[in-house]
């Protein structure tokens, strides 16, 4: 979603629960696994340790956040059903 001023970005997160088909590194991440009990917080970007609790409760959220870079100044989490991540989009 971009500003009037012509900054931002929009953010998509997937979830899956079955996979096939080898994990391939690409220029933007290296896969890792972790236990879910022992997730890297510390080593993660800053807004994701804001939404990942809502994302393993399983539950469809819409999240805005706004930067003062590096800080996460305001952010906002909504949990949404279907039709809410339809009109986010």
Excluded: Q
């Amino acid at each position: 979603m971009k500003r009037r001023d012509g900054t931002g970005m929009t953010i998509c997160v997937y979830t899956a629960h079955d996979l096939s088909g080898p994990i391939v590194e690409s220029d933007e991440m290296e896969p890792k696994w972790f236990d879910v009990l022992d997730l890297p917080y510390d080593s993660a970007y800053k807004e994701a340790r804001l939404w990942w609790p809502t994302m393993l409760d399983g539950k469809p959220f819409v999240g805005r956040f706004a930067f003062s870079h590096p800080d996460v100044i305001r952010y906002n989490i909504e949990c949404v059903d279907a039709a809410g991540l339809a009109m986010a989009r």
